[in-house]
């Protein structure tokens, strides 16, 4: 009575733990500072890392995963987007670095997200033995097209976002830079004419000294 | 009886899977922010669970009793739409009201005893259709497989549509932005040439006048 549920519990959650975590992140990045997420992998699971930078400089980072032993399984510098698929051949911690060290002003926004093991099924789903009808097998096939058309969509929004961030500051400045230039004008124009008059006036100044 | 059973059980697998999430460190007191960017009417979970560094073992502390984590929810407005001290282990959900940039951050409550020391900090954040138990949904609403795959995929599909919606909506913001600077530019250019000609003109009349009083043409 009491051993069943406790066994269903330990199976459902050796099962979650092996299958799937997903986790989406997005997150401010300083400048000249690293930012590490770890994650625990079991072996042979297979992971993959997906990275955009959405604002900040060049809109580039520098990208590492480390395994457990500390080797390197993903090393890159410099990088806008990429994906990066691995399986993990040791049981252990696996770490994400985000490194910003070689700039020295740009704080950078970028999106991370971390996908291990395959999807979770739905519960009840893959427990019966009999084969999926025609029906079954569309809606997995739907499942799984509508799962890509929501990465897409990602993928677009933060593109969209790197353009409207990036639009955004362009208007900023425009504004910045033409109030700063009107003012410079005026105080130009007023200058011009005081020296000028300097050069000519009989009263002893600065400039008809030199 | 059955169903008795289940829901602790399915609270109890919740906990356990979080120890499996994606974590962090953070020194005491520091603040951590995340950023979600979604529709309205889009709901978010947040799990999370703080362990402290234990300099004796080396370790992290499973559970640290003394060990609270302020939770702050804004929304694109900078409105708090949540802002709680929590215990070192939680759960919070909250469903957007307005689309945009919603941020999210953490800092620890600083108790004079911990500071300084690193606290290593479990997080799993689930958005929309990711955020739904479906082993609820088929319990409560007595669903069979096919008719519970049925229901994912319309959640995803409204997810979708949410989201399209929602990119329209920015897609107007981005070229209203666009269309800003624009006319700032062109208006700006042309106030420039008219403050340009018009100081030029003043110059040349204020010195020409200067130079007849002063006898020199």
Known sequence: MFITPLFFTILVTLISGILSKSVELTFELPDNSVECFYQEIEQSTSASLEYQVITGGQYDVDVKVEGPNQQIIYHKKKMQYDSHPFTAQYTGVYKVCFSNEFSTFSHKLIYMELNVGPEQPLPGIGEHATVLTQLETSADEIHSALNRIIDHQTHHRLREAQGRKAAEYLNERVFWWSTFETIAIICVAFLQVLVLKNFFSDRPSLYNKM | ?217
């Open chain 2, 1 to 217: 009886m059955k169903l008795i059973n289940v829901c602790p059980l399915v609270i109890l697998v919740f906990i356990l899977d979080l120890v499996s999430a994606l974590y962090f460190h953070i020194a005491e007191g520091e603040r951590k922010c995340f950023i979600e960017e979604i529709p309205d009417d889009t709901t978010v979970i947040v799990n999370y669970k703080v362990e402290l560094f234990d300099p004796r073992s080396g370790g992290f502390m499973p559970s640290s009793p003394g060990i609270g984590m302020h939770v702050e929810v804004r929304d694109p407005n900078d409105r708090v739409v949540l802002s709680r001290v929590y215990s070192s282990e939680g759960m919070i959900s909250f469903t957007s009201a307005t689309p945009g940039e919603h941020t999210l951050c953490m800092y620890s409550n600083s108790t004079s005893w911990f500071s300084g020391s690193q606290l290593r900090v479990h997080l799993d954040i689930q958005v929309g259709e990711h955020a739904v138990d479906y082993a609820n949904v088929a319990q409560k609403d007595k669903l069979s497989e096919l008719q519970l795959r049925i229901r994912q995929l319309l959640d995803q599909v409204h997810q979708i549509t949410k989201e399209q919606s929602y990119q329209r909506h920015r897609e107007e913001r981005f070229r209203m932005t666009s269309e800003s600077t624009n006319s700032r530019v062109l208006w700006w250019s042309l106030l420039q040439s008219a403050v340009l000609l018009s100081i030029g003109y003043w110059q040349m009349r204020h010195l020409k006048s200067f130079f007849e009083a002063k006898k020199l043409v």
